[in-house]
């Protein structure tokens, strides 16, 4: 068995057009005319991730794969309202759109939700600096609004053997637009908060070797597991017996999303792809990918070599 592990979790920020994340959005609303209700220190536990340093980080100089329109929020964060981030949206969601947005080797979701009409239900990550940023839960009506900003500091370090990056919120502050009928502020509390910092998510690339043809490791992926978003298999005018798609594997109690491309390589095929890591439950004060990265990667090559 031959297979060469990239093991490389991928920053997004190559994904994201810095302008979505910057621009009108990066202005305070209380700079803006919103009447201020308060500001308060916030007591939040810390939130630490660690990431083995045995995995590379890839080079911030693109997204091939397009990753972040693979975050689907309907598995992280609750779409339904049951639980999750978006526990706090009390109608039904008739439109999400989600960002990926990087500190170091994980991403937190920035996610903008229209509910009905004109009304919007926003949970933005904003005035990202090299130590600090803002989440903003907002209710407006593509113009005045009401909300809630949370500062958070982060800090990202290499020690021996992992990356690792914490969050901390210091501070909340409220407020409101407009002279009539304004919106209340939404409910997002310090709870809500620590539970959208404890999401994260991590872009895992694998490259496996194998003997065999690419449609016979295609197969396999359909035979052992879940096809979403499923498109049928498609040849490239380079290379024959390109295949790409998606699949959900279940590991270790996770449903982890998979998107995978299999070719031609030498007298057999490779596999090359992304697992979305979710966040694991945190355990002794720290969230570590290291185990459920471990256990994909042997997933995956019972896949291929099955």
């Not at 039904?92 to 947005?101: E, F, G, L, N, S």
């Not at 597991?225 to 298999?233: I, T, V």
Request: glycine share 8%.
């Amino acid at each position: 068995m031959n297979m060469r592990q990239y093991g490389a979790f991928l920053p997004l920020a190559a994904a994201i057009s810095l302008p979505i994340l910057t621009g009108c959005m990066a202005s305070t609303p209380t700079s803006q005319g919103a009447e201020l209700d308060s500001v308060e220190s916030v007591a939040m536990e810390m939130v630490t991730y660690q990431i083995p340093e045995n995995v590379v980080v890839m080079p911030q100089g693109g997204d091939p794969f397009n990753l972040a329109r693979y975050a689907d929020p309907d598995r992280y964060l609750g779409v339904d309202g049951s639980d999750g981030i978006l526990g706090m949206f009390h109608d039904a969601p008739a439109q999400i759109r989600t960002r990926a947005v990087s500190f170091g080797e994980v991403s937190l979701l920035h996610i903008d939700v229209r509910a009905r009409d004109s009304f919007r239900q926003r949970l933005w990550l904003e005035n990202v600096e090299d130590t600090s940023f803002v989440v903003h839960r907002r209710n407006d009506n593509g113009r005045a609004g009401s909300g809630i900003q949370y500062t958070v500091n982060y800090s990202i370090e290499d020690k021996e053997d992992f990356q690792e990056v914490s969050f901390q919120a210091v501070s909340a502050e409220t407020y409101r637009q407009g002279a009539i009928g304004r919106f209340s502020v939404p409910p997002y509390d310090e709870n809500e908060l620590r539970t959208m910092l404890s999401s994260g998510l991590v872009f895992y690339r694998f490259e496996i070797d194998n003997p065999y043809d690419p449609d016979t490791v295609y197969a396999n992926f359909r035979r052992l597991l879940s096809a979403y978003s499923f498109r049928p298999n498609h040849h490239n005018d380079d290379v024959a017996g390109f295949n790409a798609d998606r699949f959900r594997m279940p590991v270790e109690g996770m449903d982890v999303r998979v998107y995978l491309e299999t070719f031609p390589y030498r007298e057999g095929s490779k596999v090359e792809g992304v697992a979305i890591l979710p966040a694991p439950p945190e355990e002794g004060g720290v969230i570590d990918f290291g185990p459920l990265a471990e256990a994909v990667s042997e997933r995956l090559e019972a896949v291929v070599f099955d």
